[in-house]
């Protein structure tokens, strides 16, 4: 099991009495090189004819530091876990883990020993060193206690290593033992918690129960239950988890009272050692109960919790679901109201979260007219009451109901606005990057207030409480390589957005496919070309444009804005200027482009309007003059026409 790479030798690294770990670099065939671990940095990397990374051999190397290491027993199929800093990839260095250190078996005799083991590189901050039979041969079995050491032999003749204080058990299998289970109070879907010691990891084989005893059920006679095999999920040696689920004591409430033997099953041909039947103390089984509705009122692909107890999840295989019955009566916003019975109730049928919360999301599809139907449509309010019901195997147990008020409102189109980092890149050829904050903040400002009118949600963070968003991408140059200033790249026109999780952004195959452009997003740094100065000029570029961004811009011989002059400072003006003219412009392109993944221009195949005009949002980039975009010498900011207000009004009204 000792690994050694040709031409090299290892070197023990000396332990720090200050600290667990300790950095020693040796320098092999370098005479007069010095590395000073204060300042050293990640080398840059080149890589050679035959493919191998290589670092200058004057360049330094990151110190290498150790952390934490565990478990506290290791078994075939364990893998160790050493965590620190400074960790090379295997492109630049080979990585081995030696053990060294005194082991002290069964009968108290004490032995030196040195294994040396490869290690899995996982990232700069850790690594695993996986532990088969042949490894438990080397260690032998009892305690070991001394240190490891990682060591990383750089391609380029450099050797760092680090040291670290490790005691662990070391066996060819372990017995599992057994000291509780709590709580004894339950519902289906509860975690319970199995504390004890010996537990094993999925690599080291599994750590099942099998559980022998009588359930009671409240309103049928007892069952005996023998040897019910069940895998609880290991969480460390010392705790297993089980989640209490209707194969084992079914769906009934009642009482159960037994014992379990936990069972180690160990991987590589292992042996099976079990614990001695263990008592549990009687564990009731609770009714289904529905406490709360979150929120309370909801839009399509909004998502809508029911929280409560004693769900189990929707799965054929085993024939088995949880429903919410509601009976009470539905008043649409238009029509009569519908009245729901107990001989003819409305069932919810959510999504399984965990055993005390169930996720509705109201959905729409589209119906043979191209239509949208569905509970998402159905705006309006649900007055009654709501009953969990959990169905297995063709029986059902009604849950306790929960009265209350559920409201479906209209439509919310949420958009988010993601930034890439190109967007920080070209921030700088404006000369804005540090005060990239406020022009985000125009941005979104401008977006907002362009669809105030109407239910459009737009969001810096990724929403969680929806399901259906759209996204727009906010980058720097155009991957199209056709200076655009943005596109709306999505599928055909939604006309009545019937779509509510458009990407305006990423690459569409399809459209690429056709010979248009495929990558959508808003590209800022398009917007150079309204300088009359550009190397390529477009037709509506203007002086007013250098006239604001040159006294920022380095490349025209002026100083980028600096944090602290701003919003107090002597070019404070400038700077507030350049941030809301550039923040008008990409949120106005924003608004823009969302206005084509709504549907508009709304004229059958038209994308833009048909006859621009001053101060109209969905004319075409080239009727749209900077000084419109950007909100000047009175022109701007750009509107929707009457036909689009009254188009939104119809897709997208407030409450």
């Not at 490891?148 to 066996?171: E, Q, S, W």
């Not at 009654?384 to 063709?394: E, V």
């Not at 990724?462 to 790249?489: C, H, K, Q, S, W």
């Amino acid at each position: 099991m000792v690994v050694h790479r040709a031409g090299t030798e290892f070197t023990k690294a000396s332990r720090v009495p200050s600290g667990p770990s300790t950095v020693r670099v040796v320098l092999r065939g370098l005479r007069g090189f010095a590395v000073h671990l204060a300042t050293v940095a990640v080398a840059a990397a080149n890589f050679s004819a035959c493919g191998t990374e290589q670092l200058s051999p004057n360049e330094p190397v990151e110190p290498l530091t150790l952390a934490l290491i565990g478990p506290s027993s290791i078994v075939p199929g364990t893998e160790i876990e050493i965590t620190g800093a400074g960790i090379p990839a295997p492109e630049i260095a080979d990585l081995t883990a030696t053990f060294h250190g005194t082991m002290t078996d069964a009968r108290g005799a004490q032995n030196g020993i040195e294994v040396r083991l490869p290690v899995d590189f996982r990232d700069h901050s850790k690594v695993r060193v996986a532990i088969d039979a042949a490894a438990i041969t080397n260690f032998g079995e009892g305690r070991f206690a001394g240190q490891v050491t990682l060591r990383a032999d750089y391609f380029k003749g450099v050797t760092a290593m680090a040291t670290i204080d490790y005691r662990t058990t070391v066996a060819r299998a372990l017995t599992p033992t057994i000291r509780g289970m709590s709580p004894t109070a339950v519902f289906l879907g509860t975690v319970v918690d199995v504390t004890g010691t010996g537990f094993i990891h999925a690599n080291e084989g599994e750590t099942v129960a099998r559980i022998s005893g009588q359930f009671r059920p409240e309103t049928a006679p007892a069952r005996t239950i023998t040897e019910k095999l069940v895998r609880p999920t290991f969480v460390s040696r010392e705790k297993l988890t089980y989640t209490i689920d209707a194969d084992l004591f079914g769906i009934n409430p009642g009482t159960f009272s037994g014992s379990v033997i936990l069972e180690n099953r160990h991987a590589q041909n292992g042996p099976v050692l079990a614990t001695q039947a263990f008592t549990i103390p009687a564990v009731t089984i609770g009714t289904p109960m529905l406490i709360d509705i979150s929120p309370g009122e909801a839009s399509r692909g909004q998502r809508v919790r029911f929280r409560g107890r004693g769900f189990i999840p929707i799965d054929s295989a085993r024939d088995q679901t949880t429903v919410i019955r509601f009976e009470g009566v539905f008043r649409p916003k238009e029509g009569a109201p519908i009245s729901y019975t107990a001989q003819s109730p409305y069932d919810f049928l959510p999504k399984y979260v965990d055993g005390s919360t169930l996720e509705l999301v109201p959905w729409a599809t589209k119906n043979e007219n191209d239509e949208l139907e569905g509970l998402g449509v159905n705006i309006g309010r649900w007055d009654g009451k709501f009953t969990p019901i959990i169905y297995k195997n063709g029986a059902a147990q009604t849950g306790t109901t929960f009265r209350g008020i559920f409201t479906i409102v209209p439509t919310k189109q949420v958009v988010f606005m993601k930034y890439l980092p190109g967007f920080t890149d070209s921030l700088r050829k404006f000369g804005l990057r540090n005060v990239e904050v406020e022009v985000k903040k125009r941005i979104v400002e401008v977006a907002r207030r362009d669809y105030a009118r109407w239910n459009v949600d737009f969001r810096e963070e990724r929403p969680t409480d929806f399901v259906e968003y759209a996204v727009v991408e906010i980058g720097g140059r155009d991957p199209n390589g056709r200076n655009m200033f943005g596109l709306d790249n999505t599928e055909g026109k939604d006309l009545g957005n019937l779509r509510l999780n458009d990407v305006i952004g990423g690459r569409n195959a399809d459209t690429e496919e056709e010979g248009g452009a495929a990558f959508g997003g808003v590209f800022v740094e398009s917007f150079l070309q309204f300088s009359a100065k550009s190397a390529d000029p477009i037709p509506i570029a203007t002086p007013l444009f250098d006239q604001i961004f040159e006294p920022l811009m380095a490349d025209r011989g002026g100083r980028p804005a600096e944090r602290d002059e701003f919003p107090v400072g002597p070019r404070a003006d400038v700077i507030a200027l350049a941030v809301k003219t550039l923040g008008n412009i990409i949120g106005s392109t924003i608004s823009h482009e969302v206005g084509h993944t709504l549907g508009m221009a709304t004229l059958e195949g038209y994308y833009h309007n048909p006859m621009p005009g001053p101060n109209q949002l969905m004319d075409s980039g080239e009727e749209r003059p900077f000084e419109e975009r950007a909100e000047l010498n009175g022109q701007g900011p750009a509107a929707f026409e009457t036909d689009h207000v009254e188009y939104l009004d119809r897709i997208l009204p407030k409450q």
